[in-house]
């Protein structure tokens, strides 16, 4: 299934990167690259693995090993991303 990630999404990956980067380069590669790679090989194959959303047509995608939930739809063939956010964070979608 094709996946598309949210401009919002983007800047919070953007943003998990920068933050993590101050203290840590090496860090921030491998989480982002983390979260990337369980998208695409994990929800990607199996879009109905997430937990009903807490918003009204969508789904959480808990990210294995770090404290991040990926709030997602699918419509028709395509995985759409919402944000990628810290469960310590408020939600804002």
């Not at 919070?12 to 203290?23: G, M, P, T, V």
Request: net charge positive; glycine share 2%; aromatic share 8%.
């Amino acid at each position: 299934m094709e996946v598309r990630f949210s401009e919002s999404s983007l800047e919070d990956l953007r943003a998990i990167r920068e933050y993590i980067c101050a203290n840590n380069e090496e860090t921030a590669k491998k989480l982002v690259s983390h979260i990337v790679a369980q998208v695409e090989t994990i929800l990607a194959l199996n879009p109905a693995i997430g937990r009903p959303g807490r918003i009204l047509r969508t789904r959480e995608f808990i990210i294995s090993k770090y404290p991040y939930i990926l709030p997602y739809q699918v419509r028709e063939n395509t995985i759409y991303i919402l944000r990628v956010l810290h469960t310590s964070r408020k939600w804002e979608i």
